[in-house]
């Protein structure tokens, strides 16, 4: 049997739990609303051409691109920055590699001895081809796919992706 | 087992004597609906400072981002409008319950001893909710609450002696910008919640201290749960209820356009709950202004914060009478005041006016930010925009002597400017230039008419040159005169050949050196409508390429002095149609289509 000093218990809790429920679910729905915000995928850059690539030297060049940051567009400006090395031979291969480290995404750049790939932030090393030099990245370099155009000096364009970080294999970023 | 639980957590934290506590508060005379003012204030305040915090995570406190932020927060974000509707009206729905609550004290003698401190409590909150409304209308940075903020801080610069000062520090320097917002911020997100929760805190405790303001024949005693929860829990409920039909019928809170320090026709006002202080300015005028601004609102103050000692100098009923008839007679007053201002408003014909071309800049504004807004801040949404800033300009400074498909503001004394140097443009000038939308009143240029009358040109031949002529404004400005003679496209052109027959007779190409003594005076053709000439045609009609040769009397003023580089790129954009359309979402317009 339902008292009356039953019912108002009923209804001060369903009343507060009423309130609390109306506003939890837009705010939910507002906090994961990053979720439904999808990034740029990845595309093709052209960076350069063949000829101004020195073979066996890595050059960083710069990703430049227009993008939205939630209700700010920005002009052209370089947002993230590739690794191209020439390799040796007639042929022509480039290898692209993300400047993103796998380790924790900072930025990697040469060691002091130019010798090889080095992140100032928690000191993973890399050789020329991308591999690992010590354990404190779990993957090597990521590997950017490149193109050529069809021209006698061709244009290097390259797969501009990011990819997660602290995995052991190379996921793209969803 | 959840009894096992709790006990096991009671044993270390006594949080069922702390609920006994709050929730068994004897109530003499047993649960009344006339109690729940306060209580629906607190829910209300709970609702404000949950849906706030939300807010928290996407507002951007300065002049750059602010107007972005809350833009993003009403259209962007899954639930933002609901949260910051909910939160807008919530605003308004505490200065409602505050009244009610300040009348049904005063009513019950709530306010007379022992209970006086707690009524300056009650005062206290009354104005910090004052302060976090003024503080949080600035927020969005738009033009209502730019604009009706500035009134407000300005009113503190008229008190006496501090008021200069006083306002500086508020306003964070000598001008509105960044330092404002960031300082009402602070005031909004840090300082008064931190003053309203703890005056609240006292506010019950004092409350619980002295219980409930019995009526004198009350009867029997009634515990505080559950029966007068339900009851405040009924009234929270039903002022929630109604802030979320507000808000679903209203769309969410309304955003204005971003603030514009330079707009000279914002018919700025306060919030509804304002307004009555608003309209008592207009009684006062001239130095007795400061009757209205401060004299008034300090009587009042003052007066409210005395009604608790009334007592002692006044028989008690009579006190208690004289405190009721005030506090009505104040909330009368403002409720006058308040629908005179609605009915001034409502036949003020700039006022209507004022506050339709705002909508309209909104409107536009919204349209615009859908497509990004510049790093540099919101601001220029509108201020790049051809269409409502280059059409301002246009408005302005060209409509005086120019028209613009017909319309014209005064005497016409130059060419219609609407689709100017198109090839449409030019068809009709070559059929008839003597027409007023061509040069039929402009002193000094009937160089086209005494050519008509010579013309040899057939109508073919007129279209084909009108056809020429209009591919003269797509020539950019890097291309030079004999870049694009030597065009094969300009050689084979069929309205070439009859353009250099007749038009080169007075028209040059780019080299003046070419014009003779016995050719007539005319303006020079190269590039003629580009963005290059309109700009020097702008800035500078009266240079030797354009219409250096008419009387000082017939000439177009150079308006390069006057206008911002800004203001002309605008300008250009908006005669030439290179604009985003009205009422679409994506660059379709004139420019667009153009190769």
């Known amino acids: ?174 | 087992m959840f009894k096992h639980l709790s006990n096991w957590f009671d044993t270390r934290t006594g949080y069922k004597a702390l609920i006994h506590e709050a929730l068994e508060e004897p109530i003499p005379g047993g649960a009344k609906w006339r109690y729940v003012f306060g209580s629906a204030l607190s829910a209300t305040f709970m609702i404000q400072l949950v849906t706030g915090l939300f807010l928290m995570a996407t507002y951007s406190p300065s002049a750059t981002t602010a107007w972005g932020s809350v833009y993003y927060i009403n259209y962007e974000v899954a639930g933002g409008w609901f949260l910051r509707g909910i939160h807008h009206f919530g605003s308004q729905a505490m200065v409602v319950l505050l009244a009610m609550h300040l009348v049904q004290v005063l009513i019950a003698g709530a306010y007379r001893a022992p209970r006086e401190v707690n009524w300056w409590f009650g005062m206290a909150l009354l104005f910090i909710t004052l302060g976090f409304s003024l503080t949080g209308y600035l927020l969005p940075w738009d033009q209502k609450g730019y604009w009706a903020t500035k009134v407000a801080t300005n009113i503190s610069s008229g008190a006496p002696v501090i008021g200069p000062y006083l306002q500086k520090i508020v306003v964070g320097g000598p001008d509105y910008g960044n330092q404002t917002l960031t300082r009402f911020y602070g005031l909004h997100v840090g300082v008064l919640p931190a003053l309203l929760v703890m005056c609240l805190a006292a506010h019950i405790a004092l409350f619980r201290k002295h219980g409930v303001t019995a009526p004198k024949k009350a009867v029997g005693v009634e515990m505080f749960w559950p029966k007068q929860v339900a009851f405040d829990m009924l009234a929270g409920l039903a002022v929630f209820g109604i802030l979320v039909l507000l808000v679903v019928s209203e769309g969410g809170a309304n955003l204005d356009a971003p603030a514009d320090a330079s707009s000279d026709d914002y018919p700025a006002r306060p919030e509804w709950y304002f307004l009555s202080l608003f309209q008592m300015l207009k009684l006062f005028d001239g130095d007795r202004e400061i009757i209205g601004t401060m004299i008034i609102p300090a009587v009042i103050m003052i007066g409210l914060l005395l009604l608790p000692l009334l007592d002692k100098v006044l028989p008690r009923g009579f006190a208690h009478f004289l405190a009721c008839t005030f506090v009505i007679a104040l909330l009368g007053g403002a409720g006058y005041l308040t629908v005179k201002a609605w009915q001034a408003d409502a036949s003020d014909q700039v006022y209507i006016k004022g506050r339709m071309k705002a909508d309209q800049a909104r409107d536009r504004a919204l349209l615009l930010a859908k497509e990004g807004i510049p790093p540099e801040g919101a601001a220029y949404l509108l201020g790049r925009d051809p269409l409502y800033h280059g059409g301002k300009i246009f408005e302005n400074k060209c409509l005086g002597c120019h028209a613009l498909g017909g319309k014209v503001t005064g005497e016409q004394l130059a060419p219609d400017l609407k689709d100017y140097a198109s090839r449409i443009w030019v068809r009709g000038l070559l059929e008839k230039p003597d027409s007023p939308e061509y040069f039929g009143n402009v002193p000094g240029c009937d160089g086209m008419t005494t050519w008509k009358e010579s013309s040899k040109l057939t109508p073919k031949q007129l279209d084909d040159v009108a056809d020429y002529v209009g591919t003269f404004a797509t020539i950019d400005a890097e291309t030079s005169p004999s870049d694009w003679a030597d065009d094969p496209k300009t050689k084979a052109h069929p309205g070439r050949a009859s353009f250099q027959k007749e038009c080169v007779e007075c028209h040059t190409m780019g080299d003046l050196s070419e014009r003779s003594k016995k050719m007539q005076p005319a303006p020079d053709l190269f590039g003629w409508g580009s963005t290059r000439w309109m700009t020097r045609m702008i800035k500078n009609p009266n240079a030797p390429a354009c219409y250096g040769f008419l009387e000082a009397e017939q000439k177009m003023p150079a308006f390069g002095e006057q206008l911002t580089d800004n203001d002309v790129t605008t300008l250009v954009r908006y005669l030439k149609g290179d604009y985003l359309p009205a009422g679409s979402g994506s660059m379709t317009g004139k420019a667009a289509a153009k190769p």
């Open chain 1, 1 to 174: 049997m339902l008292t009356r000093r039953d019912f108002y218990r009923f209804l001060s809790i369903a009343g507060g739990n009423a309130i609390a429920l109306a506003l939890a679910v837009p705010g939910v729905r507002y906090l994961l609303d990053p979720l439904t915000k999808k990034g740029q995928t990845g595309s093709f850059r052209t960076l350069t051409r063949l000829s101004q690539l020195e073979p066996g030297k890595p050059q960083a060049f710069p990703i430049i691109e227009a993008r939205q940051d939630a209700w700010v567009k920005y002009p052209k400006e370089p947002v993230g920055s590739v690794w191209l090395i020439r390799q040796p031979g007639d042929k022509p291969v480039v290898l692209a590699f993300s400047g993103e480290c796998p380790h924790l995404g900072c930025a990697v750049g040469l060691s002091a001895d130019q010798k090889s790939f080095f992140c100032p932030c928690h000191t993973s090393s890399f050789g020329f081809d991308g591999s690992m030099q010590n354990k404190v990245p779990p993957r090597g370099m990521d590997h950017l796919q490149v193109e050529f155009t069809k021209e006698a000096d061709p244009q290097v364009q390259v797969m501009f992706e990011r990819f997660q970080t602290q995995s052991t294999e190379r996921k793209p970023l969803v």
